[in-house]
């Protein structure tokens, strides 16, 4: 048997094995963990990567029976503390939250990082997917479908514009890709975060934007609405906004945009670590109320093996590396 398959049926059989709080497959990692498991979230404390990473990390405690301690190590678009990671001592016992940004656009952004996403870190598993939601003013704006915003775009080539939280994050890589997708000619106006874009666009100074689901919901849900969403960048419609259809079915294809985490570890941590330890993150995103707070706001559970998971992270990167390459896309 091959080392894939010998992972893939370990982190399957320890599954079960937590799952029933029995012992129906011999533990992979027997030992570990030996003492406390250090979490790090390159991102600071309150933010949504970092209360996520503390609802699984409460859970990974009860099941490892070890304390799972946060270190928030904030920087560089995320890049401080996934090298942080990356150099890290390889036995399992500090792990952290990997996405979008360190994972699978910043090598291709940044000039020089000093570590590689690629050959540095091991993926464990897959959190939560945040598909990116396409919305408007609701009482600014004179477009009441995605077709009334792309007529206009085509009719005024140039002048329509979007909002984003910052060049080279999720929204404005959305935008880019929309550009292309939708064969139009778009001005990027790049804001200091995600809060004065969606003042600005309520306010009805710029056309459009992307925003996460959670961040739009008050938004949107608010009486009267304060937005309006003309499209869902996934491949299915949410139960948070089911009248809000999805880029394929106005058929515009290849527009399934989310910003995603998961779980990695240092480059050589023991393949059996890391099958203990996808074992439990899957168990912990099957638990009732971590998936209602995973869905509830709009996101879609992950889950999977380490090797889906890293299959991910590959086409990401491949998929944003042409993106920021063919628009010469820069850091601010």
């Not at 419609?237 to 945009?257: H, I, S, W, Y």
Request: proline fraction near 8%; charge should be positive.
């Amino acid at each position: 048997m091959n080392p894939r398959r010998n992972l893939i049926c370990a982190a399957i059989a320890l599954t079960l094995t937590l799952s029933t709080g029995h012992s129906m497959a011999q533990d992979p990692a027997p030992g570990y963990p030996s003492k406390a498991i250090s979490m790090v979230v390159p991102y600071a404390a309150g933010g949504s990567s970092d209360t996520r990473a503390r609802q699984v990390a409460a859970k990974l405690a009860t099941y490892l029976g070890k304390p799972v301690i946060i270190e928030n190590k904030p920087g560089a678009a995320g890049n401080i503390g996934t090298e942080y990671i990356a150099r890290a001592n390889a036995d399992g016992h500090v792990i952290g939250v990997g996405n979008f940004a360190p994972l699978s656009v910043n090598k291709a952004l940044f000039p020089k990082l000093n570590y590689d996403p690629a050959t540095d870190l091991v993926p464990v598993a897959l959190i939560e997917k945040g598909p990116l939601v396409l919305m408007v003013s609701n009482d600014k704006s004179d477009f009441k479908s995605y077709g009334d915003l792309v007529k206009w775009g085509k009719a005024n080539p140039g002048k329509l514009n979007y909002a984003s939280a910052g060049a080279g994050g999720a929204f404005h890589l959305a935008g880019e890709l929309l550009e292309d997708a939708a064969g139009l000619q778009m001005v990027h106006i790049p804001y200091r975060g995600g809060g004065p874009a969606t003042t600005d666009l309520i306010a009805g100074n710029v056309n459009f934007m992307f925003d996460m689901i959670p961040a739009s919901l008050p938004y949107l849900k608010a009486s009267p609405p304060k937005a309006r969403a003309l499209a869902i960048a996934n491949d299915k419609r949410l139960p948070q906004l089911p009248d809000v259809p999805t880029f394929a079915e106005l058929g515009v294809k290849g527009m399934e945009v989310s910003n995603w985490f998961g779980i990695v570890a240092p480059k050589g941590t023991p393949t059996a670590v890391v099958a203990k330890l996808n074992a439990a993150i899957n168990r912990a995103l099957k638990e009732p109320d971590l998936a209602e707070r995973i869905t509830s706001q709009g996101n879609v559970i992950g889950g999977g093996t380490p090797e889906e998971f890293g299959s991910f992270i590959a086409a990401e990167t491949a998929r944003w590396s042409k993106v920021i390459k063919e628009k010469d896309i820069r850091p601010e």
